[in-house]
């Protein structure tokens, strides 16, 4: 009997914890590009060469855009979650682009780092909502927001959840 109550509060949580994924992109992500769309070209980062890197440069690879700031708590607590997608799937072929809304240059650039982020960075260093041509470009009405772009340059994936970019990646590229 214990058994039995302990499956059925454990399927329950489940079912709210899901519910309340959900609730997130409904609340958040109403807005962003769908699945099967062409993804915008937009300048996503920089080469160790100094050159830039467009988005449209990195087609035939997965493609995850994080829109985030270094003042941003909710964008804080999503970098150890990048950290552990860029070290599971950078060498499968993953590419990261972090867009940043940062307007101070040295606090992004120290947030980063600081943290490690070794995948390509890039803030038009304007304000966001008010300056900046990619939130208009993907709809960016919260953040962080992660778009995962197919190899053909198509939206994959549009959320402000991680474990369905987590989700997505393992079916993609393998867990």
């Not at 489940?14 to 959900?22: D, K, S």
């Not at 985030?68 to 072929?93: H, V």
Request: aromatic share 10%; with cysteine.
């Amino acid at each position: 009997m214990k058994t039995r109550i302990i499956t059925i509060m454990v399927a329950l949580m489940a079912v709210i914890a899901h519910a309340t994924a959900q609730d997130l992109d409904e609340k958040y992500a109403t807005d962003l590009l769908k699945a099967d769309t062409k993804a915008p070209d937009m300048r996503v980062g920089t080469g160790k060469d100094g050159k830039a890197v467009r988005l449209s440069d990195l087609k035939g690879k997965y493609v995850l855009i994080n829109f985030w700031a270094s003042w941003c708590p909710d964008c804080r607590r999503e970098t150890p979650a990048l950290q552990r997608l860029w070290q599971k799937y950078g060498e499968k072929g993953l590419q990261i682009a972090g867009i940043s809304y940062d307007t101070n240059r040295e606090a992004w650039q120290k947030y980063i780092a600081d943290n490690k982020m070794e995948w390509w960075q890039y803030s038009e260093l304007k304000k966001w909502k008010k300056e900046t041509q990619s939130d208009r470009l993907y709809h960016i009405n919260w953040i962080p927001t992660l778009y995962l772009i197919a190899p053909d340059g198509r939206v994959a994936l549009a959320t402000v959840m991680m474990d369905k970019v987590e989700a997505e990646l393992a079916k993609a590229l393998g867990d």
